[in-house]
């Protein structure tokens, strides 16, 4: 059994929510503690997503609010592409090549012609579930062979891709590109790969990544 803590943080300001008044809610006045975790706690239908979604936000806009809604996402997304770290680590390779970044990209010039740059082959069969096959053309690398020739740091987009968060971090230097980079670590997602397809994720892993898309950013909160 885990111990209680004796010393708890405290409270670094409060968000004030008064007269609250909508759907279940009757005149509320509430504050919400600001660098400490907050707990809602209420019956059903007590209106405890009515103030925190609703009456919350609007209150105050320049909250950043993280919901529990599942990400959608395309079959080329990435935990790169995701955070946003991908159109730089475009640019980057770009800049240094003296090429196009859309060469770089899943969806444009770069992507491997065999597979669309989704890296797997599907096969629909009439009476059974689709069968899907690594891309024999590109061996699931998703770019055709000119674009692994362009390198940043002796390092290819695919050798890229392949690296976790705490691997790239070493190979830029881009400030804003590495605070992305970080959060992936931040929120305990140390072994996904940069280019792991979204849609091997578990439901937590794509909370996390949406989590993580909200950490990199600053806020006057």
Avoid: W
């Avoid at 007269?19 to 504050?31: E, F, I, P, R, T």
């Avoid at 990435?78 to 969806?107: H, M, Q, W």
């Amino acid at each position: 059994r885990t111990p209680l803590k004796g010393e708890f943080r405290s409270p670094t300001g409060h968000l004030p929510v008064r007269g609250a008044d909508l759907h279940n809610l009757k005149g509320l006045d509430v504050s919400f503690p600001t660098g400490v975790l907050t707990v809602v706690t209420g019956v059903a239908g007590s209106g405890k997503s009515t103030l925190v979604s609703e009456v919350f936000t609007a209150a105050h806009p320049q909250a950043v609010v993280v919901d529990q809604s599942a990400i959608t996402a395309s079959s080329r997304s990435t935990p790169a592409s995701y955070i946003g770290a991908l159109d730089t680590i475009r640019k980057v390779f770009a800049r240094e090549n003296g090429v196009d970044a859309g060469l770089f990209s899943f969806n444009s010039a770069g992507a491997c012609p065999g597979c669309s740059g989704r890296g797997v082959i599907s096969t629909d069969l009439a009476f059974m579930d689709p069968v899907t096959t690594t891309c024999q053309e590109c061996e699931g690398r998703r770019f055709h062979d000119d674009v692994l020739t362009h390198r940043v740091g002796g390092r290819s987009i695919v050798d890229v891709l392949e690296m976790t968060a705490a691997q790239a971090v070493g190979l830029f230097e881009d400030r804003a590109l590495l605070r992305r980079l970080r959060t992936l670590d931040e929120v305990g997602l140390t072994y996904l790969t940069l280019g792991q397809p979204l849609s091997t994720l578990s439901g937590g892993e794509r909370q996390r990544i949406k989590l993580a898309t909200q950490l990199h950013r600053t806020s006057s909160v």
